[in-house]
C-alpha cells in the first residue's frame, strides 16, 4: 500500500515528534511517500532548495500514486486542507487524524464530508489500535 501522510509544515511544526512516531508505524502497513513530513530539519517556512512549484507538483504527484491518504489535523493546515479536497476529488480514501484540545476544533469541512473517516485519538498508543482497525481492512 502507497500511503500519503499530511501533516502541517508551514502551518507549525509543534506535532512533528508525533508525525515522526506515526509515520513510523504506518510503515507496517505499506511505503509512506511523504517520509519527510517527520523530519525535524524542514523549517516552518517551507522545504529548502525547492521552488513552491516544485513542492506543489512533487506532492500532487505523490497523492495521486497513492492508495491512501492519511492526515493528521489537529494543527490546521491550509496545505493539509488542499491536500485532502484534492484527495477528495480524485476519490482517495482519506482518513483524518485529530486529538480534541481546547485550542482548536476540527474544522466542519472534515468533520462534516462523508468521504472522510475520521479518527479522534487521545495518545499514540490509542492511534495505532483505532487505526489498524481501519488500515487491516484495506
Known sequence: MRIYFAGSIRGGRDDVELYIDIIEYLKNFGEVLTEHIGNQII???GENNMS????HDRDMNW???SDIIIAEVTNPSLGVGYEIGRAIENNKKI???YRKNNKNRLSAMIAGSEKIININYSNLNDFKLLIDKHLKKT
Open 95 to 97: 482518513i483524518c487524524l
Open 43 to 45: 523549517s516552518s517556512d
Open 63 to 65: 497523492l495521486l500514486d
Open 52 to 55: 513552491d512549484l516544485d513542492i
